[in-house]
Structures are given as structure tokens and as C-alpha cells.
């Protein structure tokens, strides 16, 4: 593995939480990512968050949470963004009490 570069030229990683109006992590809840080609499938579902292997690029991040609204934002991540931290880019998307 000497010379692996992780991620790979032009890739992020992509970490996505879900969490309350407070902060709280919501544990398990669902989260899809798509980019102008569609659904992205994740690359690891923790408990607490959603791994996903991404280029460069304009996403829509949808989350769902039982007695929670759903709630879908748009990012737009750069291979460089997070490039110094195992979770890659983090992002967090707020639910609320429906």
C-alpha cells in the first residue's frame, strides 16, 4: 500500500450528519446523496453518520428521521475541502420536530 493515495486525484470524502435543532445527533437516520449523474451510494453508514466517496461538484443531501421532517440542502464540495481530516468534508443537516 506504500504510495496509496486515499482519497483518490480529484475525490473527497463526504461525511454527513443529521441532527436536531439542538445539535443532538438523530443515530441512524437515512441520508441519500445525489449528484447531477443521480443517487450516490454510500461508501460506509456508521450509527451516527453517512460516508460517501465524492468528486468535485454541486450535490443535493436529502435526511430522514422518524418524528422529523425530511430536510434536502445543496452543497457544493472541492477535493480540497476537508482534505486534512479522516471524515473528509463534514456536513451537518438540522431537523426539525414534525
Known sequence: LDGLQWPPDGSLLCTVY????????LPGAKI???????????????????????ESGVYSIQATYPGFTSE???????????NKDPEGKVVFIELRKG
Open 18 to 25: 443529521a441532527t436536531t435543532e439542538h445539535g443532538g445527533i
Open 32 to 54: 441519500q446523496l445525489a449528484g447531477k449523474d443521480g443517487p450516490i451510494e454510500p461508501l460506509i453508514i456508521k450509527e451516527d453518520g453517512t460516508v460517501f466517496l465524492v
Open 72 to 82: 434536502t440542502i445543496q452543497v457544493s464540495l472541492d477535493a480540497d475541502d476537508g
